[in-house]
T-cell receptor, first 114, second 114 residues
Framework: EADIYQTPRYLVIGTGKKITLECSQT?????MYWYQQDPGMELHLIHY???????EKGDLSSESTVSRIRTEHFPLTLESARPSHTSQYLC?????????????FGPGTRLTVL | GDSVTQMEGPVTLSEEAFLTINCTYT??????LFWYVQYPGEGLQLLLK?????DKGSNKGFEATYRKETTSFHLEKGSVQVSDSAVYFC?????????????FGEGTQLTVNP
């Protein structure tokens, strides 16, 4: 079944640790995105990719980095986690091309940095 | 820059009540407009969309009309159900970006009581 997956769903980690949040999609989509969702629900785009070896920063500045080596995989890395990184992170994907496409979202990773 | 403003929440209704969630936007040209819904513990799902002025998006009894003159995209449903309890997000995608680069509103928490 075509879907978008995120692991882990929940992560509690200490300050200074390096973490990678995984995102994979089996829909063959070219475009992928990472959003940060505040506790108050608001979402902000932090990274996006239009294809392999393409990554761009989004509207909200983030200390995280991303890579896109394979079409289906778009991991997000924090080199040194801090309490200010505590948030929910949502991954999404959509088709390429010029059509107005729906973004499909994963279930999210809720990160807590102590 | 582009922005989306939603009515303040949370909203609490009784089953079968009429629902309106207001959404207004600021953007240049003709953006695409979306309503996404987030059920507890899940990622976002597209509820409906409209890509040009006067378009009406509809799905699952929900409707929204793209009003260029008032820069609005209000969400309505004639008779809500308990299962409609969720967070609703209005979003826009700038003209020419094929549904990418979504800018979200703050989200509106809807609770429907039996």
């Amino acid at each position: 079944e075509a879907d978008i997956y995120q692991t882990p769903r929940y992560l509690v980690i200490g300050t200074g640790k390096k973490i990678t949040l995984e995102c994979s999609q089996t829909m063959g989509h070219d475009k992928m995105y990472w959003y940060q969702q505040d506790p108050g629900m608001e979402l902000h785009l932090i990274h996006y990719s239009y294809g392999v070896n393409s990554t761009e920063k989004g509207d909200l500045s983030s200390e995280s980095t991303v890579s896109r080596i394979r079409t289906e995989h778009f991991p997000l890395t924090l080199e040194s986690a801090r309490p200010s990184h505590t948030s929910q992170y949502l991954c999404a994907s959509s088709e390429g091309g010029l059509a107005i496409g729906e973004q499909f979202f994963g279930p999210g990773t809720r990160l807590t940095v102590l | 820059g582009d922005s989306v403003t939603q009515m303040e929440g949370p909203v609490t209704l009784s089953e079968e009540a009429f629902l309106t969630i207001n959404c207004t936007y600021t953007a240049t040209g003709y953006p695409s407009l979306f309503w996404y819904v987030q059920y507890p513990g899940e990622g976002l799902q597209l509820l409906l969309k409209a890509t040009k002025a006067d378009d009406k998006g509809s799905n699952k009894g929900f409707e929204a009309t793209y009003r260029k003159e008032t820069t609005s995209f209000h969400l309505e449903k004639g008779s809500v159900q308990v299962s409609d309890s969720a967070v609703y997000f209005c979003a826009l995608s700038p003209a020419g970006t094929s549904g990418s680069r979504l800018t979200f509103g703050e989200g509106t928490q809807l609770t429907v009581n039996p």
